[in-house]
């Protein structure tokens, strides 16, 4: 069965920096396109920042320059670097991806989510 596991969430004081990952679990070829969301208490689910198939990265605007998201496709995972956090970068983050199975199926799969909270 195909996972997307999340990790590296947490209580960081502002300013400070989280790595958060995300890996595909199961039988599968690999991962094409995926992104983060993040979404706080109130508010609807928001696109963080997203990496296409061919590699093309796309940020919210409020985390440009802070945020880097990565993927790797040796290891089946995304990663979001970030940086320089803020209160308001508080919320649950999920990842997502779209996973080509081992019959070339791509199906899109949601992390369970991680709690980041920025606060003093």
């Known amino acids: 069965q195909v996972q997307l596991v999340e990790s590296g969430g947490g209580l960081v004081q502002p300013g400070g920096a989280l790595r958060l990952s995300c890996a595909a679990s199961?039988?599968?070829?690999?991962?094409?396109?995926g992104g983060w969301y993040r979404q706080a208490p109130g508010k609807q689910r928001e696109l963080v920042a997203g990496i296409s198939t061919g590699g093309t990265i796309t940020y919210q605007d409020s985390v440009k320059g802070r945020f880097t998201i990565s993927k790797d496709s040796a290891k089946k995972a995304l990663y979001l670097q970030m940086n320089s956090l803020k209160p308001e970068d508080t919320a649950v983050y999920f990842c997502y991806a779209e996973i080509v199975s081992l019959r070339f199926a791509v199906n899109a799969y949601w992390g369970q989510g991680t709690q980041v909270t920025v606060s003093s």
């Open positions: 199961g039988s599968i070829l690999g991962i094409n396109g």
